[in-house]
């Protein structure tokens, strides 16, 4: 299982990675984010939409933040813009990085329990597993959001975590 320093250089992974999104998202025309690229979620701004709100989701479970509207089907709506998107998803990067930084060891023992919209019964499972499946559902659905971006013609951003700069920024 994860130590606090993986758990810390994931959470600015998240961070970097989300920043570099935005600004590869940011060069396309507004009208390519709400195309439907035949991908899980649709388009790219209903993708990066559903990864807000389940690190949202996922942190009231965690931390006691307040639990996004919404089941998985509202998830790809929650916000309208993508400026509004960034606003919110630098506000949820800082304070997610802010928790972990914040966290001990002790934090990811033990067993998180929660009520699964998605299987619709309770859910046991490892607190660490938990985390780490955060930052992973990120990564695939960023990867997803990569693949629809070079296909509507924008330039990818670099998603290494080897590359990840060592100093920031992170955010």
């Given at each position: 299982m994860p130590?606090?320093e ?7 992974y998240?961070?970097?990675?989300n ?10 025309p ?5 195309v439907?690229?035949?991908a899980h979620f649709?388009?790219?701004?209903a993708?990066v939409?559903h990864?807000?709100w389940?690190?949202q989701?996922?942190m009231?479970r965690f ?7 919404g089941?998985?089907p509202e998830?790809?709506q929650m916000?309208?813009?993508?400026s509004a998107?960034?606003a919110?998803?630098?506000?949820t990067?800082?304070r997610?990085?802010?928790?972990v930084?914040?966290?001990r060891?002790v ?5 998180l329990r929660?009520y699964?919209?998605a299987?619709?019964r309770e859910?046991?499972r490892p607190?660490a597993?938990?985390?780490?499946h ?5 990564a695939?659905h960023?990867g ?12 990818g ?8 700069p060592?100093d920031?920024?992170?955010l």
């Amino acid at each position: 299982m994860p130590n606090l320093e993986d758990v810390t250089m994931l959470a600015r992974y998240n961070g970097w990675q989300n920043r570099e999104m935005k600004t590869a998202l940011e060069a396309l025309p507004v009208a390519a984010l709400h195309v439907d690229r035949g991908a899980h979620f649709g388009s790219i701004l209903a993708t990066v939409n559903h990864m807000l709100w389940a690190d949202q989701l996922w942190m009231s479970r965690f931390a006691g933040w307040p639990k996004p509207e919404g089941g998985i089907p509202e998830s790809t709506q929650m916000m309208p813009t993508l400026s509004a998107w960034s606003a919110e998803r630098f506000r949820t990067d800082a304070r997610l990085v802010l928790w972990v930084e914040g966290l001990r060891s002790v934090s990811l023992r033990g067993d998180l329990r929660w009520y699964s919209g998605a299987t619709g019964r309770e859910q046991v499972r490892p607190m660490a597993q938990c985390v780490l499946h955060m930052f992973n559902h990120q990564a695939h659905h960023r990867g997803q959001v990569h693949a629809m971006l070079t296909a509507a013609g924008g330039k990818g951003w670099v998603t290494d975590l080897v590359f990840m700069p060592e100093d920031g920024p992170w955010l």
